[in-house]
């Protein structure tokens, strides 16, 4: 009994110490000596998942998926490791929860009810009511009949009904609009056969219908069939007969345009293409309470419209769609290749060019009224009839006046097959060529090319023999030289540049720069025949400085051509060829001075050869200064006749015909520097002397190289070695 009581004493003590706390259970906390419920809730150990609630119970936990969401397994109490939530979708479990008005749409966790168009959302619960469009204040505000229509309302929804004379075309919610069907009667239009009258008569009876009142909300109007009447009918038109008039052209033309402007809104796609064997129509429609935009593209087999919505429908009131149309006729450039208008822009200088069509003829149509002068061009590309590399071509259109213009239209490129063509208004338009009464054959072109390859050669040999001949030298072949450099440049230049029509600034270069050089040509070849007179003129000093020959044969074609950049800049480079333009008197510029050059040195030249028979009949002549002289003056002549006479032929080029004129221009010009090669040159004997001389230096240091390779071989054989002997013999002589 004693030993228990020591024991209890004992135990007693070690729980006043500490050491005997007693233990709580999993989700309890030992708070003043009591165990208390902890929240397993707020542990951040502790998670449910995502779209999870948690719960917290005495001594645990668990967790519900949330509103919106079901458990995987379809349990309601799970834990976070063991349970999955999933996205409940309302709009297939609770069918019609938004009602037969509205769309439902699923979400995470919810759903969204959006109301059809004409209703509104107007309750807590979300389902939706009619709203009356006619007496609603901001629908009201878009006008949605137009001033000659009433408004009728009707479950989820509104029709117009237009007064007589205007129309919606057939869709109930469409701005009433005006219709002309006078446009339609048969003398509005010149008549030349019945098919014509017929399609009139059927275009009108369509539009007398759309004009009468409404009875229903579902209109009257069938586009599909109406368009596929009028390419029928079209198609027995363009077929029976040709146009003989211009009067002809325009009435069907402007028949066609007035047809698909009436039809399009009628239709019932967005987009329609229909074609005949006559005919290939595309057209697009676009309807809304607002004006569409973007970009538009229309495209029949030979043709491609570019424009916008904002185009196609213009900036005034809007009628509440907005058409656009390409209609490609197929075979129609028969009857209308005539009738050319005043082509502004389009001439090659002053030669009148004929045209001939070289494309189908195209109508663009939109429902815009206003098509004379449009915010943003049009973009038509059109197909060729044949390809065909190097033409002219011209964008052309068919104006009132029964006659093809270019106005307001501009190519943007071109090449064998495709014009692309941009215009500031519509109407039928097609691709002209032009046919040039003189085009450059096959025959005149490799003529220029191989003659002017030849004349470079020939003038750098000029320009190395003038430049280093010793014996030569003198004024006059320092006039020779600067001569052939002009015209080596230039025959460079025109080889290099003559066709580089762009950029328009560096085709202008080029021009000038041919004018200067060519310029340059005549001005040393003055210089030349006044050399020659004051060699039979003075007997001393003869010579002529070399400043005042810079002077002159730089400076004043220098001067012409800066005077007339100045006076008329864009009379430098034409659309064919960088050279001076014939139009407004530029290429007398270059000619006025070629000819005055051309008459000052004919007078020099007959006062030289007067000179010299009167020296020639003296009784003591200088016979080597006279055979100089004569010399001198007859490779002169000779050069200004065949430099002269080159731009003589060339100024009758200016008409068209003249094929002897062209050839002889063409030879003359591309051998011009071959000619002063043979002249100067081949003709000379102190330069033939000079050649002969060169080429025996070299000839002879051949045989020197060869002879001293020879030496340095003892092993070759006896008769080697003699004749190597002999060659060195003779090279040391």
Known sequence: MGYQKALLLFLGVLCTLGSCMPECDLGFNMEGGKCVDVNDCLKPLVACGDHMLCFNTHGSYYCQCQPGFTEINGRINVTGIDGQCTDDNECVSSKGICGHKADCLNLIGSFKCTCHDGYRNTSTNGHCKDIDECKDAEMQKQDLCGSKGACKNTDGSYWCKCAKGYTNYGNARTPCSELDCETFEAGSVPQYNAGLADLLSMMRNSCVALSQPNTSVEGKADGD???????????????????????????????????????????????????STETDVEIAVQRGRSPPTGLVRLKTENATLDTDWTTAAGTGSYPGFAMAALLSYKNLERSVNRSFDQLQGFEKDDVEPTFKIFSQVVSVVVSNPSTHNLSHPVILTLRHLQDKSEASFVCAYWNDRGAWSADGCHQQHSNATHTVCQCE??????????????????????????GLIISLLCLGICILTFKFCRSIQGTRTTIHLHLCICLFIADLIFVAGITQTKPEGGCRFIAAMLHIFFMGVFAWMLLEGVQLYRMVVLVFNATIRPLYLFLFGYGTPLVIVIVSAIVRPEGYGTKELCWLSLKDGLIWSFYGPVCVIIFLNVFFFIVTVWKLAQKISSLNPDLSKLNTIKTFTVTAIAQMCILGLMWVFGAFLFRKGNIVAEYIFTVLNSLQGALVFIMHCLLSRQVREEYYNFLFCICARKKQRYSDFSSTHPSSSQSRGSRSGQNTGESQI
């Open 425 to 450: 208004h519509l109407s039928s338009f097609a691709v002209l060529m032009a046919l040039y009464p003189m085009d450059q054959n096959f025959a005149l072109q490799l003529i220029t090319k191989i």
């Open 225 to 275: 069939a109406l368009l596929e009447k009028l390419l029928t009918a079209s198609e027995k038109v363009l077929s029976s007969v040709d146009m003989d008039t211009s009067e002809d052209m325009y009435g069907l033309l402007s028949t066609m345009e007035k047809s698909i402007r009436l039809i399009g809104p009628q239709l019932r796609g967005n987009l329609t293409k229909m074609g």
